[in-house]
């Protein structure tokens, strides 16, 4: 339930940037890969998340993944265990750095980058299809940047015909504002105050316009909540509070 998470990826983009966000979890670097630290909700997340993309793709093995808004490496890390070829990209150089120790102690192989989507999206345009991904996933990012329309369209775009974009955001309703900010930030004090605004959370149906703009057709949605029974995170089809969307890529956005 309480997946309300920090993602330090995009900030630092002259067009699409929050100094003063990328400032605040950059500081957070060295906690990435500390289970019980300041990240521990993304770690309890990971596994279902990692589950939705690798059953709606087919299995990741041999794909070729971009992790858009990649902070510490978490996710990419975990698809790269599952046998893809990932790319890891985001803008806190920090979180990068820690991404990369991380990787290189355990023996994984990532191409960590620090560059944001826009301007991999314009260099992969130039390159040719080629260059494009079987797989992007934007998670926990899209409700921390100015505009994230642009995001949007940058993961659309790098994306190959017929390839796959997930996205993973908050939704802006009632319920969300209770458990992601009350509850989460003041309350429990799960996440450090001040971690998300309300006015930044995106209905699913803003998203799924937002990606049908630019040639991604909406797959699936689904929620992720907290089954305290068996004391884990699973997929729900309540998407009030977290939620998941899968895509299609059927055009390439100009």
Not at 26 to 35: F, K
Not at 136 to 146: A, D, F, Q
Request: hydrophobic fraction near 45%.
């Amino acid at each position: 339930m309480f997946s309300f998470l920090f993602n330090v990826e995009y900030f630092m983009n002259s067009q699409n940037a929050d100094a003063a966000e990328l400032a605040k979890f950059n500081r957070l670097a060295a906690q990435w890969w500390d289970p019980e630290g300041e990240f521990k909700p993304l770690h309890a997340i990971n596994p279902v998340r990692l589950q939705y993309i690798e059953s709606r793709v087919g299995g990741l093995a041999g794909k070729r993944v971009v992790d858009v808004g990649c902070g510490g490496g978490i996710l990419a890390e975990s698809m790269a265990a599952k046998g893809a070829d990932v790319t890891g990209i985001d803008l806190a150089e920090d979180a990068l750095t820690a991404a990369r120790e991380h990787a290189q102690t355990n023996s994984v192989k990532i191409d960590y980058q620090l560059i944001a989507a826009e301007t991999l999206a314009a260099q992969v345009s130039k390159s040719g299809a080629g260059e494009l991904f079987d797989v992007v996933s934007c998670m926990e990012m899209l409700e921390h940047v100015p505009d994230p329309t642009a995001v949007i369209t940058a993961c659309a775009r790098l994306c190959k015909p017929g390839g796959q974009v997930f996205f993973s955001t908050i939704n802006r309703h009632p319920k969300a504002f209770l458990l992601a900010i009350v509850g989460a930030e003041y309350l429990l004090k799960l996440l450090p105050r001040g971690t998300h605004s309300y006015e930044k959370f995106i209905k699913p149906s803003e998203l799924a316009t937002s990606a049908g703009r630019v040639g991604l057709e909406v797959m699936d949605i689904s929620g992720i909540r907290y089954d305290a029974l068996q004391g884990r995170h699973a997929l729900s089809r309540d998407v009030t509070v977290n939620y998941l969307m899968h895509c299609n890529r059927t055009y390439q956005p100009l």
